[in-house]
C-alpha cells in the first residue's frame, strides 16, 4: 500500500511559497527561529518600556487607529518577522495601554511579576490543554496543588476544591451555578419529587439572589444566563462605608422566605469595584447560616489579603460555600488568572458531563484526574503556571509585600486628599480603590461640577500623561483611583491631582488644551 503524496497534492506543494509553511512549527527542527523571534519581541517590549517619553497612553482614539488597522491585508503575508514588529510596534506596542506605569491609576489592572510572565511563556510554548490528563499530565496536578494551597489560605477543609476560570465573571457564574443546582436539588428532596428536573421552570422563577447594591455587575449577568432573569437578583442597600448592611439582609431574607421565594445565594463582595469595601462577612454567614442560605463570596478583588498582613480583614470567608479569586488583579499575575472555590468540592459535580472521546465515565472508576468534569470550559490553558513559578520564585510573602504597599498608599492617598479643600473623597480606603472628585472653588451647580471632572478625565487621558477612572455614585460624577502598582509614590498621585485641577480649570474658563497635552490630536 502507497502512502505517497496523490498528484494533485504534489501540485498544489510544488506552487506553494517558497518558503516551507512548516518551517514555523514550534519544535526540534525550528528552535533558532522560536529564540529569535521571541527575543525580537521582547526586545520591542523592552523598548517601549525604556523610552524616556514613555507614558501609560498616548490617548488614542478609536477614529485615529481603526482606520490604520482596517487598511491592513490579513491576505497578504510581510516578508519577514522583523516587518510584522515593525507593523505591530505602530499599532498596538505604541499605543498599548501600559499598566505597569506608575500613573496608571484607572481599573483593577495589575503590573505583572516577572516569574508569572515566565511561566506565561512556558505555558505558551507547550500549549497544555488542561482538560484531561492525557493532554496535560503534570499540568493538571500543578493545578489541584494550587487549588489546594488557596482553599488552605481562604480556611477551607480538606473537602474543599475549585477549578481555575478565566475571570471574575466566569468564576462568579459558575459559583452561582452551583449555588441554583444544589437549590434545586434541595427543593426536590424536601418536597419528595427526588428530581430536580422535575418543575424546574416554575423553581427557577421563584429563586432569588441576593446582593449588595455595590456588587459586580456580573452577578446579574449570571442571574440571566443561568435562566432566572435580572429581577431575580435583590439588592440590599450599603452603609456609610459602601458595605452591604446586615440588618437589611436579615429583612431581605426574611420577607423572601415569608412569600415562598427560595434564596438561592447570598453574594457578599470582598472588595467592591468602586471602593474596595469589604461586606461584614462573619455577620452575613451568620445570616445564611440561620436560613440555610448558600454564601458566595467575591473575593476577586480583596483576594490579595489571602497573603497580606491584613489579611484579618477576609475573617469569616470560611464560612463561605464558594469563593472567587482573581490572581490577575491582586496577585500581579498576568490575565487571565482566576478561580472558583467551593468548601465542599462533591458539589462541582453539577459541571460534569461525560463524553466517550474525552472523559469517559470509566476514568472515574480508574481514578483518571480530569480537570474538565470540574469544568464550564472544556479547553483551558495552563494559567496556574504563572501562579506556580511566582510562588515557587518569590513566594507568598513577597507577593503579599506588594500588595500592602499599595494599601499604604491608599491610606495616604486618602489622607492626603482629605487635608485639600479642593478634593471631595467618598470613602477611606479598605483596600487600594478610592472615590474623589475635584470641588472647584464657588461651583454649587452639581452638573457643572460633573462636566469639569468628566472633562479633567478625559483631557488627562488624552496627554497621555496619565489614567484615572470614572464612576457615578448617587447620581453625580466623581473620579476613581485603583492603585495596584506598588512603584506609584504619593508624589505621583499628588502630580495628577495637580493635572486634574488644571484640566478642569480649563473647562471652566474656556482656555484651550496646550498642544503638548494633545499628544493624540
Not at 302 to 308: K, T
Not at 328 to 354: I, M
Not at 358 to 384: C, G, M, W, Y
Request: hydrophobic content about 40%; glycine content about 6%; overall charge negative.
Amino acid at each position: 500500500m502507497s502512502f505517497l503524496v496523490p498528484p494533485a497534492e504534489q501540485t498544489a506543494s510544488a506552487s506553494a511559497q517558497s518558503v516551507d509553511p512548516k518551517s514555523y512549527l514550534l519544535d526540534e527542527h525550528n528552535t533558532e527561529q522560536y529564540r529569535d523571534s521571541v527575543t525580537e519581541g521582547v526586545q520591542r517590549v523592552i523598548g517601549e518600556l525604556l523610552d524616556p517619553d514613555h507614558q501609560p497612553t498616548t490617548g488614542v482614539t478609536p477614529e485615529q487607529l481603526g482606520p490604520v488597522i482596517g487598511g491592513i491585508d490579513l491576505d497578504e503575508p510581510l516578508p519577514d518577522t522583523k516587518s510584522a514588529l515593525d507593523e505591530l510596534e505602530r499599532v498596538y506596542l505604541h499605543d498599548a495601554v501600559y499598566f505597569q506605569h506608575p500613573r496608571y491609576l484607572a481599573h483593577l489592572n495589575c503590573p505583572i511579576v516577572i516569574p508569572a510572565l515566565l511561566g506565561e511563556a512556558i505555558g505558551s510554548a507547550i500549549n497544555s490543554s488542561l482538560d484531561t490528563w492525557d493532554q496535560s499530565a503534570g499540568g493538571t496536578l500543578i493545578e489541584r496543588r494550587l487549588i489546594d494551597w488557596t482553599t488552605a489560605r481562604i480556611g477551607f477543609g480538606a473537602t474543599a476544591d475549585g477549578i481555575f476560570t478565566s475571570g471574575g465573571t466566569q468564576s462568579n457564574l459558575q459559583g452561582l451555578f452551583v449555588a441554583r443546582e444544589q437549590a434545586l436539588q434541595r427543593h426536590a428532596a424536601e418536597h419528595g419529587t427526588g428530581d430536580p428536573e422535575a418543575d424546574r421552570p416554575e423553581q427557577l422563577s421563584r429563586l432569588r439572589v441576593i446582593a449588595s447594591s455595590d456588587s459586580h455587575f456580573s452577578v446579574v449577568k449570571a442571574a440571566k444566563l443561568l435562566g432566572m432573569g435580572a429581577d431575580s437578583v435583590l439588592t440590599v442597600p450599603t452603609d456609610e462605608h459602601r458595605r452591604m448592611r446586615s440588618d437589611e439582609l436579615h429583612e431581605l431574607l426574611r420577607s423572601c422566605h415569608e412569600a415562598g421565594l427560595t434564596t438561592m445565594a447570598v453574594v457578599a463582595t470582598a472588595g467592591t469595584t468602586d471602593f474596595g469595601s469589604i461586606d461584614p462577612l462573619s455577620e452575613i454567614a451568620a445570616l445564611c447560616e440561620r436560613f440555610g442560605v448558600w454564601l458566595h463570596v467575591d473575593a476577586a478583588y480583596g483576594c490579595g489579603l489571602l497573603v497580606s498582613r491584613e489579611s484579618a480583614r477576609l475573617d469569616g470567608i470560611e464560612r463561605a460555600d464558594s469563593v472567587i479569586v482573581d490572581y490577575h488583579k491582586s496577585f500581579f499575575q498576568p490575565v487571565s488568572s482566576s478561580a472558583v472555590l467551593v468548601r465542599d468540592g462533591s458539589v462541582l459535580r453539577h459541571a460534569t458531563y461525560h463524553a466517550d472521546y474525552l472523559n469517559p465515565e470509566r476514568h472515574v472508576a480508574e481514578r483518571v484526574p480530569n480537570q474538565v468534569d470540574k469544568s464550564i470550559q472544556t479547553t483551558r490553558r495552563f494559567d496556574a503556571l504563572k501562579l506556580w513559578l511566582t510562588l515557587r520564585i518569590m513566594g507568598p510573602d513577597a507577593l503579599g509585600r506588594l500588595f500592602d504597599d499599595v494599601l499604604d498608599l491608599a491610606e495616604r492617598t486618602w489622607e492626603m486628599l482629605r487635608a485639600d479643600p479642593r478634593f471631595e473623597v467618598v470613602n477611606r480606603p479598605e483596600l487600594s480603590a478610592l472615590v474623589f472628585r475635584y470641588v472647584p472653588t464657588d461651583v454649587a451647580d452639581g452638573q457643572l461640577c460633573d462636566r469639569v471632572n468628566l472633562h479633567a478625565r478625559d483631557a488627562l487621558y488624552r496627554s497621555g500623561a496619565a489614567m484615572v477612572a470614572e464612576t457615578v455614585v448617587d447620581g453625580d460624577t466623581y473620579l476613581k483611583f485603583t492603585l495596584l502598582n506598588p512603584r506609584t509614590t504619593l508624589r505621583d498621585i499628588a502630580e495628577v491631582c495637580e493635572l486634574i485641577v488644571e484640566h478642569g480649570n480649563r473647562y471652566l474658563t474656556g482656555a484651550p488644551e496646550a498642544e503638548s497635552e494633545r499628544r493624540a490630536s
